[in-house]
């Protein structure tokens, strides 16, 4: 009687779908290659070890032979000798062993860091140009609509309705509009060498934010201040320095609550320990302490951003990307917050050599506030 012969078909399929996976998953390439990787360290670290355990013994045993020649021969010098020469293997194996590890861990550091991770780099590349491309190509069907429909309220005879939905239609292309231009300042900081830094006023670039957000604050029934000390240089990029405070006095006017005597301060001085120092101080809101350890990460939103009627919506990059210009900038964060009293944004610049001596900021406070340190 003849036994059945099983089918090779679902070993093929599953051959063919684990060959397909590598192909195409970087993270499949990535993990195998690793694991390849690591089997060749263990065996090259099994063959080392093999060697050094064969020199030991073939070193070890020619001295003490030599050693019993000698003394039969009533050559031998000191019974001190022969401990000393196998003393001396040991140390030697033990040196040998030490150096052939330390180049086989680089060698195959290197190995993963160029071969292994390839896929994994590749795929951030493909994605930076994915996502930068498709930036590029939507803003220009969003401005000709943003265009057409801010030329279609010039007609008077629009009925009410249909104005409030033009306008809502221009508040949320100018926050489409708004992401688009957050993740094409992500690409541009992965390339930091495209920055260019030189000497500038940061009191005059926060100037410049203020007056810009003025009527945007007085919408809201919200005043905004300045308090700031002209001639406060540090070296940096203008266009980059102005998005951080351009985000942080955003943020600070769209988390404070409308029409109720809310109040967004910037202010730009000398800081105790003699940098820079930026500070946008709100009435609003405030951050939770579980969401301070969060708040810096891309797309991540607090729980009270979303309380109905405060701000108007946002994509989660702005705090991220403030964040990634600060370090490229060589700056410190600290961030102050209690819930229902406001927060308190602290932002310092190494000063620009040359600058000139500023007066200090008074140092504030509360014991309601709950203070994380971005510095590290």
Known sequence: MKLPIPSLKPSAA???????????????????????????????????????????????????????????????TTSGTLPQSIAAVRNRTYTYVFAGMVALNILFGYLIARFALRPG??????????????????????????????????????????????????????????????????????????MAFEPVDLAHIAQTVCDRH?????????????????????????????????????????YTPSNKNGQAT??????????????????????EQ????????????ADTSRARGIGTGSSGLGLAIVNEIIRLHHGTITLRSAVGHGTTIKVSFPPAKDSPQLPLLAPSGSPLEATLDFSA
């Open 14 to 76: 599953w051959v063919t779908d684990l060959t397909d996976k590598y192909r195409f998953n970087p993270g499949v390439q990535t993990t195998v290659q690793i694991i390849f990787l690591q089997v060749g360290l263990t065996l090259l670290s099994v063959l080392v070890f093999g060697w050094a355990i064969k020199y030991a013994q073939e070193d070890t045993i020619g001295y003490i032979t030599q050693h019993v020649q000698d003394l039969v021969n009533g050559t031998a």
């Open 121 to 194: 780099r590749q795929t951030i590349r493909f994605q930076k140009r994915f996502i930068g491309n498709v930036a590029h190509e939507i803003r220009t069907p969003l401005a000709i609509i943003k265009t057409s429909t801010e030329v279609a309220l010039f007609d008077p005879h629009l009925s009410k309705e249909i104005r409030d939905t033009m306008e809502g239609t221009i508040v949320e292309l100018d926050r489409i509009s708004e992401t688009i231009n957050n993740l094409l300042s992500f690409d541009s900081l992965l390339r930091p060498k495209t």
């Open 214 to 254: 003025q009527e945007f604050a007085a919408s809201r029934g919200i005043k905004l201040a300045c308090e700031l000390t002209e001639g406060s240089f540090v070296l940096g990029n203008a266009t980059a320095l102005d998005q951080v405070i351009t985000n942080l006095t955003k943020n600070a006017i769209n």
């Open 290 to 301: 579980k969401d301070l350890y969060h708040i810096f990460e891309p797309f991540y939103r």
């Open 266 to 287: 910037v202010t730009v001085g000398r800081a105790q320990d003699g940098r820079v120092a930026l500070s946008v101080i709100d009435t609003g809101i405030g951050i």
